[in-house]
């Protein structure tokens, strides 16, 4: 059993900077593919970013790439989201997903965070 609790959210103006956080429980993180995935008000869950176990390879939804970088630390148990430059249409709930087999994907993971609600208003 792993759990997922991310930190970090919050409100911030336009442009401005938020690292969330996902700490993990469990011995076994590093051989888990980790993403980051939101849901906007009233919107369907979309993807962000993923993040595989041991090679740290990435990928990016094309609206937050160039923006949003994610890593991971292993030694910690914990994946970051670094998101710079917000814009309100980045206003979600942002949760983290772990997936042991297979791509995370936004409806198909083996464990979820609860969410932190991310802000972004003047």
């Known amino acids: 059993q792993v759990q997922l609790v991310e930190s970090g959210g919050g409100l911030v103006q336009p442009g401005g900077s938020l690292r969330l956080s996902c700490a993990a429980s469990?011995?076994?993180?590093?051989?888990?593919?980790m993403g980051w995935f939101r849901q906007p008000p009233g919107q369907e869950r979309e993807f962000v970013a993923i993040?595989?176990?041991?090679?740290?390879?990435?990928v990016y939804a094309d609206s937050v790439k160039g923006r949003f970088t994610i890593s991971r630390d292993n030694a910690k148990n914990t994946v970051y989201l670094q998101m710079n430059s917000l814009k309100p249409e980045d206003t979600a709930v942002y949760y983290c997903?772990?997936?042991?087999?297979?791509?995370?994907?936004?409806?198909?993971?083996?464990?979820w965070g609860q969410g932190t609600q991310v802000t972004v208003s003047s």
């Open positions: 993040i595989t176990g041991n090679a740290g390879n990435t």
């Open positions: 997903a772990a997936r042991r087999f297979g791509v995370p994907s936004p409806y198909a993971n083996d464990y």
């Open positions: 469990g011995r076994t993180f590093s051989l888990y593919n």
